[in-house]
C-alpha cells in the first residue's frame, strides 16, 4: 500500500502527498549522484554526520561498473547500487554482485585512479575538484587546501588498501529479505566492512516533491565497527603506542628535537586521523608549511610508513611560494635524492620520499638532522 505524508498549508490546512515508485532505476540514480545527501549519512552516524562526494557513476570494475563510487569525509569508500524495489535482482543477485565488487576493489582502483576520475568528473559537471573536496573536508584557515587534499587522498589509498569500505543498497523500498541479508553482513564480517540499505521514498506534491529517506539494516556491531575503523586524533602517547617498540621511540626522539626548534609540538606535529603531518613556519607564507607525514599502521601497513615531502612551484597546482621560501623547500626535498633507502612519493602538488619503518628506524638521526635544519631556516625567512 502506498504510504502518505501531509503538508500543512497557510490556512492550517492538510494536503495528503501520496507515494509514488520512481518509475526508472535511472531516475533514482542520478538523483544520488546529484545529492548525496540522500544517503541520510545523519542517520548512519548521528554523532558526526556523513557527508560525500562523488567519484564516479558506473565507476569500472572488473569489465562491469558500480553505480556510483563516492568518498565520505574520512576518505572512506561508499560503494552504491541502485535498484527499484520491485525489482526481483535487488533480493539476491545484487547482493552477490555488490560484495564481489568488495572483494575486487582494492585489487582494480587505486587512490590516485580515484583521484583522477573524481577531478575528470566533477569537471564534466561543470565542478571545480578542489571547491568540491573543500566543501566536504571544510579546512579550518590554517589549513593549506592542497595539502589537506593531498592528505585526504593518501587517506582513501590506505582504506582502499585495507579494504575498509561501505557498502549501500539503495531501492524505493527495501524487502524484507535484503534487509535480512545486511543485518547477517553487519554481523558478521569483519570490522572495516559497513553494509546497509537505505529506502528513499517520493512523494510528489503541487509546489515540489517531498524525497524521504531511511537507514535499514543497522545493528549495534555496525555502530562499533564503525567507531573502530575511525581512526581518532590520538594523543600522543597514543600515537606513539600504535607503532612497534623501535619505531615509536625512534619518532619520539625525532619528535623530541624538532619540537626544540620550534618550541610548539602542536603546530609542528599537527594531529590527522591518519597520523601526524609535519608543519613549518615563516613569516614569508600566512599558512602551515607541510614538510611529511607519519602515518599509523593499518591493515597492509603493519609497521606504519614516513614520508617527508613538500609542494614545489614545478608541480601542477602548487602553491605560488616567494622564491627564498621555494629555495628552502627545494633544498629539504634536493637531500633524499641520493639516498639509497626509501622510494620516490608523489602526490598531487606534493613530491619527496616515503621510508619503511625498518629505513626510518635505520636512518633515525639524519632524518631528524635534515628536519630540524629545514625548519631552523624557515624560522629566519
Same mark, same amino acid.
Given at each position: ?29 542520478? !538523483?544520488?549522484? $546529484?545529492?548525496? %545527501? !540522500?544517503? #541520510?549519512? %545523519? ?17 569500472? &570494475? ?6 556510483? /563510487? ?62 568540491? !573536496? ?21 587517506? #582513501?589509498?590506505?582504506?582502499?588498501? =585495507?579494504?575498509?569500505?561501505?557498502? !549501500? ?28 540499505? +537505505?529506502?528513499?521514498? $517520493?512523494?510528489?506534491? $503541487? ?8 537507514? &535499514?539494516?543497522?545493528?549495534? =556491531? ?66 602551515? +608549511? ?34 627564498? /621560501?621555494?629555495?628552502?623547500? %627545494? ?14 612519493? $608523489? ?18 638521526? /639524519? ?15
Amino acid at each position: 500500500m502506498a504510504e502518505r505524508i501531509y503538508i500543512r498549508n497557510a490556512n492550517g490546512d492538510l494536503e495528503p502527498l501520496t507515494e509514488e515508485r520512481f518509475e526508472t532505476e535511472e531516475l533514482l540514480q542520478e !538523483l544520488i549522484g $546529484q545529492h548525496p %545527501e !540522500l544517503l #541520510a549519512g %545523519e542517520q548512519i552516524r548521528p554523532d558526526d554526520p556523513l557527508r560525500w562526494i562523488l567519484i564516479r557513476r558506473e565507476m569500472p &570494475i572488473e569489465g562491469w561498473a558500480i553505480d556510483h /563510487l563516492l568518498l565520505d569525509q574520512g576518505a572512506q569508500p561508499t560503494l552504491v547500487e541502485v535498484k527499484r524495489g520491485e525489482s526481483r535482482r535487488i533480493r539476491r543477485t545484487v547482493v552477490g554482485q555488490m560484495l564481489d565488487y568488495a572483494a575486487t576493489a582494492a585489487g582494480v582502483w587505486s587512490g590516485d585512479g580515484m583521484r583522477q576520475a573524481f577531478e575528470e568528473d566533477a569537471r564534466k559537471r561543470g565542478k571545480d575538484p578542489l571547491d568540491e !573536496l573543500n566543501n566536504l573536508l571544510r579546512p579550518d584557515d590554517e589549513t593549506d587546501a592542497e595539502d589537506l587534499a593531498a592528505e585526504f587522498w593518501e587517506r #582513501a589509498a590506505t582504506n582502499l588498501a =585495507a579494504n575498509r569500505l561501505r557498502l !549501500l543498497f539503495v531501492a524505493d523500498e527495501i524487502p524484507a529479505e535484503l534487509e535480512r541479508v545486511v543485518k547477517f553482513l553487519n554481523e558478521h564480517t569483519k570490522d572495516n566492512l559497513e553494509v546497509l540499505a +537505505i529506502e528513499v521514498k $517520493q512523494y510528489p506534491g $503541487q509546489f515540489g516533491d517531498a524525497l524521504v529517506s531511511r537507514v &535499514i539494516g543497522q545493528v549495534d =556491531a555496525t555502530v562499533e565497527k564503525l567507531s573502530k575503523s575511525r581512526n581518532p586524533w590520538l594523543t600522543d602517547d597514543e600515537f606513539l603506542a600504535r607503532f612497534r617498540p623501535d619505531v615509536g621511540s625512534a619518532i619520539k626522539s625525532m619528535m623530541t628535537a624538532a619540537v626544540e626548534i620550534t618550541d610548539d609540538s602542536g603546530d609542528t606535529f599537527r594531529k590527522r586521523t591518519g597520523g601526524r603531518t609535519i608543519r613549518g613556519r615563516c613569516s614569508l607564507w600566512d599558512r602551515p +608549511i607541510y614538510l611529511g607525514w607519519l602515518r599509523l599502521p593499518d591493515v597492509n601497513n603493519g609497521d606504519g610508513s614516513f614520508i617527508f615531502h613538500a609542494a614545489l612551484r614545478s608541480m601542477p597546482s602548487a602553491p605560488d611560494y616567494p622564491p627564498a /621560501l621555494r629555495t628552502v623547500l %627545494e633544498k629539504w626535498i634536493d637531500q633524499f635524492d641520493n639516498d639509497t633507502f626509501g622510494a620516490n612519493h $608523489q602526490s598531487g602538488a606534493r613530491i619527496g620520499r616515503e621510508l619503511n619503518a625498518d629505513e626510518f628506524v635505520a636512518h633515525t638521526d /639524519l632524518l631528524t638532522e635534515r628536519l630540524c635544519s629545514v625548519l631552523s631556516e624557515l624560522s629566519t625567512l
